[in-house]
């Protein structure tokens, strides 16, 4: 499946987020080395923590509902083919194209050659990168660069 910019989605599964968490825009590590600047057990009476949480957790229902603001496809990027895996494309097409002109014991021969070569066809096909998209969900939530897997296409 692959999801479009502006379709409605839900998530097909509960997610857990866990660690360190971040406000937007703020720099996870402080480096504040101004001398002047109070480092006493009372120097933050505002409660805060500079931008940066010891940790944390967050849990998403399946069934949230959301729209997908991006869509970044990473199988445009070639994943680089093994010798095997180049040969099962070439003799595979030359099958396809050939193959009904061939004599019998070639075609047989071919065939045998594209058999042994399939699992390291297959192998390729299971490394290929997937697609990653940006969805905002309905209560505010923004998930980004997560795989397009966890996403059913929404009813509504």
Request: hydrophobic share 35%; charged share 30%.
């Amino acid at each position: 499946m692959t999801l479009e910019e502006g379709l409605r989605v839900k998530l097909a599964r509960d997610l857990r987020l866990a660690g360190a968490l971040v406000a937007a825009g703020d720099d996870p590590m402080p480096t504040d080395t101004d001398p002047d600047t109070e480092t006493g057990s009372d120097a933050d009476t505002d409660g805060g923590t500079d931008g940066v949480a010891v940790g944390g957790s967050l849990s998403l229902a399946s069934g949230t509902e959301g729209t997908v603001e991006r869509v970044h496809d990473h199988r445009d990027r070639e994943v680089r083919q093994s010798h095997g895996a180049r040969e099962y494309v070439r003799l595979k097409s030359l099958l396809d194209d050939f193959g009904h002109q061939m004599p019998p014991e070639t075609l047989r021969q071919l065939e045998e050659q594209i058999g042994s070569l399939e699992p390291e066809w297959i192998a390729h096909q299971g490394r290929r990168l997937r697609v990653t998209v940006r969805v905002r969900l309905d209560n505010g939530f923004v998930l980004d660069d997560v795989h397009e897997d966890l996403f059913t296409v929404s009813d509504a």
